[in-house]
């Protein structure tokens, strides 16, 4: 299925243009602004759903092919996948993400939007919270005790997976497999963020506002990204998407394809491809205005709470769904459109950035962390437009990012792939399922 390599490459990329904003706008005061569509985070979001499909994939046909799902192997797979060149960049953290600290101004950050979330990525103290990365719980610390802040979706994926082999298991186990048990596992997903947004009051006024405070004296900004970003009862819409496709296109197959071969398929894609360009330039929230202008909504009426509950709780799940049938559409449509978007995915630039976006997910942050600071510093002695240091900055930064991961894919992510895929790895499970 090459065209998920052409998602997972637009994902990264996604990522790390959001991050190139995120990381430098303090160094401007807040000054420079990208389009919000190369700033978005549902970068994440297409991440998860490819995760979802390609792993529910495997574990429902270890489970056709054996009778059962074996967790030893499943889980020593994503051990040797996951874990090594992550224990290596949270190792060169304590090194990179120093410098930030070290050249600024009186050793601290401006209290510039994101960056309130950013600055303790820069706080050595930190480390000592390593341990919670290690286990893939640290999304349960607060933002100001965790380390490599980023890092949030993996424990998310992790924790995700601890449960899914499980759940497959169960729902394969009976005689008759039905969707209907995880269908409705994702209508919960819809009504958990909107109850989320009730409970912490997130509405427009408090959303993403470091200015607001609750009566603990805790910044909205914070409480947000606690309480419905990074944790994976708000957050597991997207990978269960992506098993919900899997268990679809094993055992719905032909009707998949039938669905996506005739002509009349065309509506799904169009609508889902206005779903996914309308959620990256935010048309969900155009009634409530930019992002910037969200702090200044300081009254909303009781219909308008409800409306924007409803988009919080369903803007992530459906773009998940958007993307699951840009995937499908890919895979099976032979037509105009549908060999467009395959080729469009499927194209060659794609690939080897496909391949390092593990990698370049989690060593760009720390390396423009490191980076950014310095090249500010020294561009500006020659440059005097901020806006072309900004996007020059970015640029070398995004490179920098990507050889970094180049180095860790080869040296340290291949080998271990490598060794997955090795008769002495294969043999070791054979054997212990033959005793």
Known sequence: MPSIDGIRALAILFVVFGHVYTIQTPLFDGEIMMPSWLRHDYGVDMFFVISGFLIGSILIKDYQKNGSISYLKFYSRRFLRLMPVYVIVLLLGFYFMENWFNLLPDGGLPMIGDAQLCCNLGNSSNTEKLWANLLYVNNFLPTENQYMLWTWSLAIEEQFYFIAPLLLAFILSKRNKKISFLLLLFLLSFVIRYFVVYAYELFPYNYWNSQNVNNEGINYMKITFSSIYDNLYTRYGGLLVGVIGAFINVFYNEKVRQ???????????????????????????????????????????????????????????????????????????????????????????????????????????????????????????????????????????????????????????????????SVFFKSFFDKNKTN
């Not at 071969?261 to 169009?270: D, G």
């Not at 020059?392 to 490598?418: D, H, K, T």
């Open 259 to 421: 669905i996506f071969t005739k002509k009349s398929s065309i509506i799904y894609i169009l609508i889902s491809l206005v779903i996914l360009f309308g959620v990256l330039f935010d048309i969900n929230y155009l009634y409530f205005g930019n992002l910037v202008d969200w702090a200044e909504l300081t009254e909303v009426s009781k219909y308008e709470k409800m409306y924007w509950a409803s988009i919080v709780a369903y803007d992530r799940n459906l773009y998940s769904v958007a993307v699951l049938v840009v995937i499908f559409y890919s895979i099976y449509n032979k037509g105009f459109l549908g060999v467009r978007i395959k080729n469009f995915l499927s194209s060659k630039i794609f690939y080897p950035i496909a391949q390092l976006s593990y990698s370049t997910y989690l060593v760009h942050w720390m390396l423009m962390f490191w980076f950014f600071p310095s090249s500010v510093i020294f561009l500006s002695q020659y440059i005097e437009s901020n806006t072309i240091i900004f996007y020059l900055n970015g640029s070398i930064g995004i490179l920098l990012s990507f050889l970094g991961s180049m180095i860790l894919y080869l040296f340290v992510e291949r080998p271990c792939m490598e060794f997955r895929n």
